[in-house]
């Protein structure tokens, strides 16, 4: 297995359906994991043998309360089946891409805003007297440039 090298990466596209889409996925794979994990839980709590007695059968009761403990922290229990790592992970994948879907038509909406203000670009109307000369200074960002006042 190769091991990516993002030291050279301009950049990384994230596209908020693919996000909501890997969420659904691990749901859906968290929780046939969890239905096959319950169904080996249920058989060992079954598994009860008329000949344990003793330290064999303390030892048997420790594991499967321990395997419980631990399913249910992995998968959450049947009372909170929305409690436990895979779910929190899933849910967490799932707050981003909704996250990134927000933000997403948050720009768009404050694009659309910030350029309807600008018009079609076809008007005939002569630029404003008040406006500043360009500074044509490559050496200067529009931040630094120094516009000088105009006076009407």
Do not use: C
Request: charged letters at 25%; a negative charge.
């Amino acid at each position: 297995m190769s091991t990516a090298d993002y030291d050279h990466v301009k950049g990384i596209a994230i596209g908020p359906w693919g996000i909501n889409d890997t969420a659904k996925t691990l749901h859906d794979l968290s929780q046939n994991v969890a239905d096959s994990v319950g169904r080996i839980g249920t058989t060992l709590q079954s598994l009860v043998l008329n000949d344990w007695m003793g330290k064999t059968q303390q030892e048997a009761d420790d594991f499967n309360t321990r395997w419980a403990a631990v399913m249910g922290e992995v998968f959450g229990g049947h009372d909170k089946p929305n409690d436990g790592v895979l779910n929190a992970l899933a849910s967490g994948i799932g707050i981003a891409g909704n996250n990134y879907d927000k933000a997403e038509f948050g720009l768009v909406d404050v694009w659309n805003r910030f350029s309807g203000k600008f018009g079609d670009g076809k008007s005939d109307d002569p630029p404003s007297k008040n406006a500043p000369p360009d500074e044509l200074d490559t050496n200067k960002t529009a931040i630094t440039a120094d516009y000088p006042s105009h006076k009407s």
